[in-house]
């Protein structure tokens, strides 16, 4: 059972450059979340997305882009990449149900930007 | 729009207990959460709140006051282990938003 998985794990890419981070979800959950990690800030919310074709925004979206045209898949792409977006990504799913309410998050994507 | 507020370290020693505190401020609550994140890894689930009152889960018990807009995480019996972050995140019922605060980092010592 693979559960959420994220890539890459680590990457280092120069100002300017388009980035993706994937995150992949074997539990057909309905939920998924991306979240940038950084000193004194917490969990920032970027993105989120109810459903398949479904996609909001949370705290912080400005510089990325998110799509889902699969309910497995949640791409995080940085169009042209600053030093500001240096920071520990993560995606976190959820099935929905208000009854548990837990988000899994994958192990997270290293950025950083020069 | 929400607000969680926490304090950002506190410390304790090996087998007593401690307390961390949130306070949160919402347009629309929708339960509270409470995250356990060990340096240079991913957040793991601890708790999960949406009514009053108090929800133990070992050495681990979490307490909410939705009319406070106050909770709380008791950590007993500490452990070395249980040195790590602390997250409290809130979810918002009109979005299902979940919003995190910066968390407190807990250090136990021997």
């Known amino acids: 059972d693979a559960g959420i998985t994220q890539s890459p794990r680590y990457k280092i890419t120069e100002t300017g450059r388009q980035v993706t981070l994937m995150c992949h979800q074997t539990?057909?959950?309905?939920?998924m979340f991306w979240y940038r990690q950084d000193l004194g800030h917490g969990l920032r919310l970027i993105y989120y997305?109810?459903?398949?074709?479904?996609?909001d925004k949370g705290e912080v979206p400005d510089g990325y882009v998110v799509s889902r045209s699969k309910t497995e898949n949640f791409p995080l792409t940085l169009e042209s990449a600053t030093r500001s977006q240096t920071s520990v990504y993560f995606c976190?799913?959820?099935?929905?149900?208000?009854?548990?309410?837990?988000?899994?998050f994958g192990e997270g994507s290293r950025l950083t930007v020069l | 729009g929400q607000n969680i507020d926490q304090p950002t370290e506190m410390t304790a020693t090996e087998g007593a207990i401690v307390q961390i505190n949130c306070t949160y401020q919402t347009s629309g609550f929708n339960g509270l959460f409470w995250y356990q994140q060990h340096a240079g890894e991913a957040p793991t689930f601890l708790s999960y709140n949406v009514l009053d009152g108090l929800e133990e889960k070992g050495r681990f018990s979490s307490f909410l006051s939705r009319s406070k807009g106050y909770s709380y995480l008791l950590l007993k019996e500490l452990q070395m282990k249980d040195s790590a972050s602390y997250l409290c995140a809130v979810r918002d019922s009109g979005t299902d938003k979940l919003i995190f605060g910066t968390g407190t980092r807990l250090q136990v010592f021997p």
């Open positions: 997305s109810a459903a398949a074709d479904i996609t």
């Open positions: 976190a799913s959820w099935l929905g149900d208000r009854d548990t309410g837990e988000l899994f």
């Open positions: 539990w057909s959950h309905s939920y």
